[in-house]
């Protein structure tokens, strides 16, 4: 419990405080790091960037990260890189988006993709869940502590079903995830720059596989993400492809050296020529060098490319060059300096990179989780907006828009819809994702069915469909029939993707090989739960228990608190969790009125602080 | 719960008005936000996270039907339960002219761009649709509904030209 978060358990008590972390859950590399008054970035074999890459060994064991990248021998086991790319796409998504991945993918129920190994399934959730806990256990083990709650990044153009499916592969491996933040967003609290009253903002992001730009606004404390376009087969690996076609052709004795060797000293002469004129190295007694005016002409062409998708990005949002007001640099290809330069030149305003390109996002991340566990007294609010429109298909494959993008969230509004035959019992709602106007050019997001819908002459009818948007960016829905009152009427059927029971049956499966000091563990983290629960009440009672309740239900407040405090004297997890449940639901209308208390006081100009 | 019964107005403790300053409007969704998002109930039980969540969506929801002029004016006219029934035909004869004639305006300013014809004819709707909001303040002043209902449709259409015309003006 919250109540208001009047008292802070963390600001007095230091057991108290919440182990919270940001993940960056990237493409070729990940990272998962702290912030509590410093940053702190969990590493894996001494490499903070971990490897995005899950390794399937043909006797089924895997191996994740920096060892999955060692352990990979293609005659024993299968490397799975990128798998970011696909999450949350069917299967006739990613042939259409033509990825030239060796993943080997096959087509499961729902139009679900699947890698199969071994007569094995896995899907882009699972992996996924491997990699996030891989990270969960590195900071676990380096804290000696179990992880209370996670902030994770996804790009901004992510939708409804892509968001959901990074949610359900942390939910599958055991994270409480506190947010789903944006990535330029993440990039922009990194920086501070939601201090800012107002401005607009370029993230240059220019990672290891792939290029993305956004162009955020920044309005009264509220981002808003204006445009993104991108590139998922632009990055890095693409300049020391093109450095090693440059050497091949100035150095000939490299041809009988194998094509990864070659590409390492093509990487190792890009790293090392940063801030120097030129690099030599030796290569079993020859040396080869690289000017820095020979590695522009290389990088040039590379470069444009990225250039011209930052003012495709720019015509999108509808601003111009002199409306930003910064640039950001993200991923470890702009530490090339050129990019600098010439960012700087063209949009002639301050361009960012005095925090680690690599650790930006995960930076902006641990921060955003530091406050959002009350961990950081900073009072930061990060508004989000809809990333894309959300409509339902109407007659003749169009999609009318019900919820606008860049509308803040959360929101909910209400459609009413009706029948159009006489005696119809059901009815058939595609809800879709996106710009377009043709339902078959944007995203669907699953088919809900309305049943039990009480016979009457077409039209008569009044379904109320609520479409709510949490903070997160993801929908539920929800319907009720108004004539009678029917509101268990909704049935959802995912177009492809996981459905909640999915979720919990592979929760079950993955709990079932719990152990011993697993139940310890949990029996530490309820007792820890539950001093807070009782140190959130405490000071609520103290400061306002008498004003508003009786005494009557004071008492039974009390009654509940005692008894919760008597509980954590026994080692037992549930009866804990059952006691704390308790509580919180004998004190729902304590904290109603609180809220509604606080609202009088906020509106009428006073803060909460004047009053209590 | 209390707050969700609200009319927007009252959630924002702002008198029922045709006008509404939007700077005052702004800065109280950001207190009211700052208090109920649900980022500030990340370790609150599941009733709280609920109660947060349908608060911060009930904020949003007025923000942007106080914020629009038109959304506020049908909101005014629904809070006061007056029947908005679309299907009444507008029988104001001088208004339908002015249809007609700005239909056949827009079809030859397609065809041959003139930005002094755009102007002179982007400042006339400009002072017909503060006129209009006048009448409809007065109107809301006499408790007259069914005058701000008709007032309502030439108030749609004189923003809808505005725009129109802007956007001529800017291609």
């Known amino acids: 419990m919250s109540l208001l978060q009047i008292s802070d358990p963390a600001k007095s008590n230091d057991d108290l405080k919440k182990f919270v972390v940001g993940i960056d859950l990237g493409t070729t590399n990940s990272l998962i790091a702290s912030y509590d008054s410093q940053l702190i970035i969990y590493d894996d074999n001494d490499s903070e960037l971990i490897p995005s890459v899950v390794t399937i060994h043909n006797n089924g064991d895997l191996s994740v990260g920096e060892t999955a990248v060692i352990n990979s021998d293609n005659n024993k086991s299968t490397c799975l890189t990128s798998i970011k790319r696909i999450m949350g796409l069917s299967y006739t998504d990613i042939q259409n988006l033509n990825l030239k991945d060796d993943l080997p993918l096959i087509k499961s129920d729902n139009d679900l993709p699947c890698i199969s190994i071994n007569n094995k399934k896995y899907s882009a959730i699972d992996i996924s869940s491997k990699i996030l806990l891989h990270l969960r256990e590195l900071a676990e083990t380096k804290e000696n502590k179990s992880l209370d709650g996670a902030v994770i990044t996804v790009p901004a153009y992510f939708n409804d079903i892509q968001r959901q499916a990074t949610k359900n592969a942390a939910k599958l491996a055991g994270i409480n995830v506190l947010r789903l933040l944006n990535e330029p967003t993440a990039a922009a609290l990194a920086y501070g720059l939601e201090s800012n009253e107002t401005g607009s903002f370029i993230i240059y992001d220019f990672g290891g596989g792939t290029f993305d730009v956004s162009v955020l606004t920044l309005e009264k404390g509220i981002f808003k993400v204006l445009s993104t376009d991108g590139n998922t087969h632009l990055g890095g690996d693409d300049i020391d492809y093109a450095i090693v076609d440059w050497l091949l052709d100035n150095y000939a004795f490299l041809k009988k050296y194998k094509p990864i060797e070659i590409k390492k000293y093509a990487r190792l002469l890009k790293e090392s020529l940063v801030d120097k004129k030129s690099i030599s190295i030796d290569i079993d007694g020859n040396s080869i060098s690289l000017f820095d005016n020979d590695f522009l002409k290389i990088i040039t062409p590379i470069l444009d490319k990225t250039f011209d998708i930052v003012k495709n990005a720019l015509d999108a949002s509808n601003l111009s060059k002199k409306d930003i007001k910064n640039i950001i640099l993200v991923g470890g290809s702009t530490r090339i300096h050129y990019i600098k330069n010439i960012l700087e030149k063209k949009f002639s305003c301050n361009v960012l990179n005095d925090i680690d390109p690599d650790k930006v996002v995960a930076h902006g991340a641990a921060i955003q989780a530091s406050v959002l566990s009350g961990n950081n007294k900073e009072n930061i609010l990060l508004l989000d907006v809809l990333p894309l429109s959300l409509g339902v298909e109407t007659y003749g494959g169009l999609s009318e828009k019900v919820i606008l993008r860049n509308t803040p969230i959360p929101i909910k509004l209400r459609k009413t819809f009706t029948t159009f035959k006489d005696g119809q019992s059901k009815l058939l709602i595609n809800i879709i994702q996106g710009e377009r106007e043709l339902v078959s050019d944007c995203n669907s997001l699953g088919e809900f069915i309305l049943k039990d819908i009480p016979s009457m002459v077409a039209g008569g009818p009044r379904i109320d469909v609520d479409f709510q948007i949490d903070a997160d960016g993801i929908l539920s829905v929800s319907a009720t029939e108004t004539t009678t009152g029917n509101s268990s009427m909704i049935e959802v059927k995912p177009s492809y993707g996981l459905s909640e029971s999915d979720i919990s049956r592979m929760i079950e499966d993955s709990n079932n090989s719990a152990e011993t000091d697993m139940r310890l563990r949990r029996v530490n983290e309820s007792i820890v739960e539950g001093k807070r629960v009782i140190y959130a009440l405490e000071q609520a009672l103290d400061s306002d228990g008498r004003d508003l309740l009786s005494p009557d239900e004071y008492n039974r407040i009390s009654d509940e608190l005692g008894a919760l405090k008597l509980s954590l004297n026994d080692d037992d997890s549930e009866l804990i969790e059952e006691k704390i449940n308790c509580v919180e639901k004998v004190s729902e209308f304590y904290v109603e009125r609180r809220m509604n208390r606080s609202i009088k006081s906020l509106i009428a100009g006073k803060g909460i602080d004047d009053i209590l | ?171």
């Open chain 2, 1 to 171: 719960m209390d707050i969700l019964k609200k009319n927007f107005f009252e959630l924002f403790n702002i008198g029922i008005s045709v006008d509404v300053n939007k700077l005052e409007l702004d800065e109280k969704v950001k207190i009211l936000q700052g208090q109920f998002h649900p980022d500030k109930y990340a370790n609150g039980s599941d009733f709280e996270k609920r109660l947060a969540l349908q608060i911060s969506s009930h904020v949003n929801d007025g923000h942007k039907v106080l914020g629009d002029i038109i959304l506020r004016i049908e909101y005014i006219l629904k809070i006061n339960n007056f029947n908005m029934d679309e299907s009444k035909t507008i029988n104001d004869i001088d208004f339908l002219q002015e249809q007609i004639e700005y239909s056949e305006l827009a079809e030859s300013l397609g065809e041959n761009l003139d930005k002094e014809i755009i102007d002179v004819h982007l400042l006339k709707a400009k002072s017909l649709l503060k006129t209009t909001i006048e009448n409809i303040k007065s109107s809301f002043e006499s408790n007259d509904y069914e005058a701000m209902w008709q007032d309502l449709s030439k108030l749609r259409f004189y923003i809808k030209n505005i725009n129109e015309l802007i956007k001529m003006r800017n291609s």
